[in-house]
């Protein structure tokens, strides 16, 4: 098989998936490129050291076994390149994420995180966090352009008794409809447990 | 220069390139018809672009021109262009073209690159913002990826005009989160 | 802050051209009495009834909302500047006529919310509309046709906020693979080469922003 294969399935999930979308990671196949990183270096390793048994200069000499680090070599950069890239645009998207739902992941998300991108998500979360309360400033409100300050919404989700950020409660029961101050509803729409009404 | 996380870049340079070896190489893998784990001095094999352009460079190896542009092909595209199935020829025609030109010395890739794109990028314009995505499902087969890019970039941007126009709910569920509420409905 | 709603593409959405639209002035006729507001992008009435006045587009609409006033339309929305624009729109093949920046948001924002102050309402939207086809299909023309085959830009006078907004991820892509593609190290040609220095020159005759 040639060298660089499997990372290119990792791009190629990347490129296949809905934009925007998370994929669950791919641990088998990320793992499976590690190891065929270790054999490359391994390969390479021994090269070097046939031609310094051979007492030849590794650094001037340019023949077959010196061909074949080269190749080894490349194959490490490119295979660097696409695991490198599978976790940048995975984390690019978690990024987006922390816009749109707050610092708490969705279930339907959580499950297709490795353990490092949880970690990540929580700590940008926090980063953006404290940033925000430095500025004191609630950047993450009025992404779209806000109308009213108030919003009419139907629950679409049971939530019962629910604490809003501006210190109301509201007894949320699936199907009421309630008017809402936007940048309490905001949050609850993004997840999808509330719908806007017009007209 | 493309970035170095651009995944439309990393699948470009996975294009296969035949080339001849001018050297031998010692302690790979790459050649399927060898039985050891070398390569003769004129082996021909067919190499992924990010292999074989360093070879190349180095005079391991030497780069020929891939078959997705070769003579028939810049032929159908001189007569008619717009119909021409670029996609199974090659997803990354464009891309892989400017990366291939200056390699293998062809003068004329460039100036056949740019004419091939005249042609169709009209009647891809003409099509986009007209009709409906299903109707024209037979030209979106035949486009490379760049070319579907500009598709939908007209499409989208008109049709987000549309539902401005029509007015409604100003605030959405998150796409990221995927379409499973709307089933359970 | 381009395309907040959506950060994978480079363009507005609709509701934030609408958004800068709403900074354009207006003139209402209040019904009511109220002290002058001071604000941060300006001070506006004092208000009095029947005393018109100028105020920013999303204020007449918050006010009109309220039943506080009436909002009188723009002169250019009258039936007869109208008629005569969409004539020459339709006349001149690759000419734009000269209408607001922002009349395609201003205009729907005044169907929306104040359709009653209108008069010949349904004139006026149907001639908008033509006349916003009309120019659709011009922009479209106009880009099929780069004429040279090096344009790395294409000069369209008088297109308005949301006709650009519409076109822009089409065009700033197309032009991009154009310029690529034909780029001096793939396109060998000795002209482009020795044209290269008198083009520097071509930039100081930049025309000015468009101002609003």
Same mark, same amino acid.
């Given at each position: 098989?040639?060298?660089?294969?499997?990372?290119?399935?990792?791009?190629?999930?990347?490129?296949?998936?809905?934009?925007?979308?998370? /994929?669950?990671?791919?641990?088998?196949?990320?793992?499976?490129?590690?190891?065929?990183?270790?054999?490359?270096?391994?390969?390479?390793?021994?090269?070097?050291?046939?031609?310094?048994?051979?007492?030849?200069?590794?650094? /001037?000499?340019?023949?077959?076994?010196?061909?074949?680090?080269?190749?080894?070599?490349? *194959?490490? &950069?490119?295979?660097?390149?696409?695991?490198?890239?599978?976790?940048?645009?995975?984390?690019?998207?978690?990024?987006?994420? &922390?816009?749109?739902?707050?610092?708490?992941?969705?279930?339907?998300?959580?499950?297709?995180?490795?353990?490092?991108?949880?970690?990540?998500?929580?700590?940008?979360?926090?980063?953006?966090?404290?940033?925000? *309360?430095?500025?004191?400033?609630?950047?993450?409100?009025?992404?779209?352009?806000?109308?009213?300050?108030?919003?009419?919404?139907?629950?679409?989700?049971?939530?019962?008794?629910?604490?809003?950020?501006?210190?109301? /409660?509201?007894?949320?029961?699936?199907?009421?409809?309630?008017?809402?101050?936007?940048?309490?509803?905001?949050?609850?729409?993004?997840?999808?447990?509330?719908?806007?009404? /017009?007209? | 220069?493309?970035?170095?996380?651009?995944?439309?870049?990393?699948?470009? @340079?996975?294009? !296969?390139?035949?080339?001849?070896?001018?050297?031998?190489?010692?302690?790979?893998?790459?050649?399927?018809?060898?039985?050891?784990?070398?390569?003769?001095?004129?082996?021909?094999?067919?190499?992924?672009?990010?292999?074989?352009?360093?070879?190349?460079? $180095?005079?391991?190896?030497?780069?020929?021109?891939?078959?997705?542009?070769?003579?028939?092909?810049?032929?159908?595209?001189?007569?008619?262009?717009?119909?021409?199935?670029?996609?199974?020829?090659?997803?990354?025609?464009?891309?892989?073209?400017?990366?291939?030109?200056?390699?293998?010395?062809?003068?004329?890739?460039?100036?056949?690159?740019?004419?091939?794109? $005249?042609?169709?990028?009209?009647?891809?314009?003409?099509?986009?913002?007209?009709?409906?995505?299903?109707?024209?499902?037979?030209?979106?087969?035949?486009?490379?990826?760049?070319?579907?890019?500009?598709? @939908?970039?007209?499409?989208?941007?008109?049709?987000?005009?549309?539902?401005?126009?029509?007015?409604?709910? !100003?605030? @959405? $569920?998150?796409?990221?989160?995927? !379409?499973?509420?709307? @089933?359970?409905? | 802050?381009?395309?907040?709603?959506?950060?994978?593409?480079?363009?507005?959405?609709?509701?934030?051209?609408?958004?800068?639209?709403?900074?354009?002035?207006?003139?209402? #006729?209040?019904?009511?009495?109220?002290?002058?507001?001071?604000?941060?992008?300006?001070?506006?009435?004092?208000?009095?009834?029947?005393?018109?006045?100028? #105020?920013?587009?999303?204020?007449?609409?918050?006010?009109?909302?309220?039943?506080?006033?009436?909002?009188?339309?723009?002169?250019?929305?009258?039936?007869?500047?109208?008629?005569?624009?969409?004539?020459?729109?339709?006349?001149?093949?690759?000419?734009?006529?000269?209408?607001?920046?922002?009349?395609?948001?201003?205009?729907?924002?005044?169907?929306?919310?104040?359709?009653?102050?209108?008069?010949?309402?349904?004139?006026?939207?149907?001639?908008?509309?033509?006349?916003?086809?009309?120019?659709?299909?011009?922009?479209?023309?106009?880009?099929?046709?780069?004429?040279?085959?090096?344009?790395?830009?294409?000069? #369209?006078?008088?297109?308005?906020?949301?006709?650009?907004?519409?076109?822009?991820?089409? #065009?700033?892509?197309?032009?991009?693979?154009?310029?690529?593609?034909?780029?001096?190290?793939?396109?060998?040609?000795?002209?482009?080469?020795?044209?290269?220095?008198?083009?520097?020159?071509?930039?100081?005759? =930049?025309?000015?922003? =468009?101002? =609003?």
């Amino acid at each position: 098989m040639m060298y660089g294969t499997k990372a290119i399935q990792l791009v190629k999930e990347i490129a296949n998936g809905e934009k925007g979308q998370l /994929t669950p990671f791919s641990s088998d196949v990320f793992s499976e490129v590690i190891a065929e990183c270790s054999q490359h270096f391994a390969d390479l390793r021994s090269l070097i050291r046939k031609m310094q048994e051979a007492g030849l200069d590794v650094e /001037t000499t340019k023949n077959e076994d010196h061909y074949g680090q080269l190749i080894h070599h490349l *194959s490490l &950069v490119r295979n660097k390149r696409c695991l490198m890239a599978y976790m940048y645009n995975r984390a690019e998207i978690l990024r987006n994420l &922390v816009w749109k739902v707050g610092s708490e992941i969705p279930e339907e998300i959580q499950e297709k995180l490795s353990h490092s991108e949880k970690e990540y998500f929580k700590k940008h979360s926090e980063a953006l966090k404290s940033y925000m *309360s430095r500025v004191v400033l609630e950047l993450a409100v009025d992404m779209v352009p806000p109308k009213d300050p108030y919003i009419k919404v139907r629950v679409l989700d049971d939530m019962g008794e629910v604490e809003l950020p501006s210190d109301n /409660t509201a007894n949320f029961a699936r199907h009421s409809m309630h008017f809402l101050k936007r940048t309490d509803a905001e949050k609850y729409i993004s997840l999808g447990k509330m719908e806007e009404l /017009t007209g | 220069m493309a970035s170095y996380y651009d995944i439309d870049d990393i699948l470009v @340079e996975e294009q !296969r390139v035949p080339v001849a070896f001018q050297q031998a190489v010692n302690g790979v893998d790459i050649d399927p018809s060898a039985e050891t784990h070398c390569v003769e001095p004129g082996s021909k094999v067919e190499l992924p672009y990010w292999l074989a352009h360093e070879l190349h460079l $180095r005079k391991v190896a030497k780069m020929k021109v891939p078959a997705c542009f070769n003579q028939r092909t810049k032929l159908e595209l001189g007569a008619d262009g717009a119909s021409v199935d670029l996609r199974s020829r090659c997803l990354y025609f464009y891309e892989f073209g400017c990366k291939i030109a200056p390699l293998v010395g062809d003068r004329d890739m460039g100036s056949f690159l740019l004419s091939a794109f $005249r042609t169709r990028y009209q009647k891809i314009l003409a099509k986009a913002h007209n009709a409906a995505f299903t109707a024209h499902s037979k030209l979106l087969s035949y486009l490379t990826k760049e070319e579907t890019n500009l598709y @939908e970039a007209a499409q989208s941007s008109m049709a987000a005009f549309k539902k401005w126009r029509i007015g409604g709910p !100003r605030f @959405e $569920r998150a796409s990221v989160l995927g !379409r499973k509420r709307k @089933e359970a409905n | 802050m381009a395309g907040q709603s959506d950060p994978n593409v480079s363009i507005f959405s609709g509701e934030e051209v609408e958004f800068m639209a709403e900074d354009e002035m207006v003139e209402i #006729v209040p019904n009511m009495r109220m002290e002058p507001l001071n604000m941060l992008c300006g001070d506006f009435g004092p208000f009095y009834p029947q005393m018109a006045t100028q #105020v920013p587009m999303w204020l007449a609409i918050a006010l009109k909302k309220r039943g506080k006033c009436t909002i009188r339309p723009p002169e250019w929305m009258s039936v007869e500047n109208l008629t005569q624009i969409l004539e020459a729109e339709r006349e001149s093949q690759a000419a734009f006529q000269v209408l607001p920046f922002h009349y395609v948001e201003i205009s729907s924002l005044l169907f929306d919310y104040a359709s009653g102050d209108i008069p010949d309402l349904y004139m006026v939207r149907s001639l908008i509309n033509d006349i916003r086809d009309a120019r659709f299909l011009k922009v479209e023309s106009s880009l099929e046709s780069f004429e040279d085959a090096r344009s790395s830009a294409v000069k #369209v006078k008088n297109l308005s906020a949301m006709e650009v907004n519409v076109v822009r991820p089409f #065009v700033g892509r197309a032009l991009q693979a154009f310029y690529k593609h034909g780029s001096p190290d793939l396109v060998p040609n000795p002209e482009a080469m020795s044209a290269r220095r008198p083009q520097a020159t071509d930039n100081i005759q =930049r025309r000015p922003l =468009r101002r =609003r």
